[in-house]
């Protein structure tokens, strides 16, 4: 599976996901009919509090990370890894076209990205999960 390539060293931790993905679809539902993001991400933070499992949280390119920062109780902050694809867009911006990193503007500040856009996002991810000690 994807997710297999994605933590190729650790079977117990494929075991635990693959357990919540496929054994228990319903406790991993998230309601996308409610109009509250910040209720998702919140049931998701408490199945990985209740799993062991340290969220990671990733805003989109260009927007703030403090919105989504401010969806946590302070006290769970803490053990969140915030990524934020703010800066690392503005500086790539300053030299390239907005069509090299995104191929639309959906999001009329931002748009899905190109491959150069997601490799930017790939490498802040891996910098956030580094300095995080949850890579080597």
Not at 27 to 40: D, E, P, R, V
């Amino acid at each position: 599976s994807n997710f297999a390539r994605c933590v190729p060293n650790d079977i117990k931790e494929i075991s635990r996901w693959n357990s919540l993905m496929f054994n228990q679809p319903f406790k991993l539902q998230i309601s996308f009919n409610s109009n509250s993001t910040q209720a998702n991400y919140l049931h998701i933070a408490q199945l990985c509090k209740e799993n062991n499992i340290r969220l990671v949280v990733m805003q989109y390119p260009l927007r703030s990370i403090s919105e989504l920062v401010a969806y946590f109780p302070k006290n769970d902050v803490k053990g969140i890894i915030f990524v934020e694809n703010k800066k690392n867009f503005e500086r790539e911006l300053l030299e390239f076209s907005y069509s090299r990193l995104f191929v639309d503007k959906f999001a009329l500040d931002f748009g899905h990205a190109t491959s150069f856009g997601n490799e930017l996002i790939a490498k802040e991810v891996f910098r956030r999960l580094k300095e995080n000690r949850v890579l080597p």
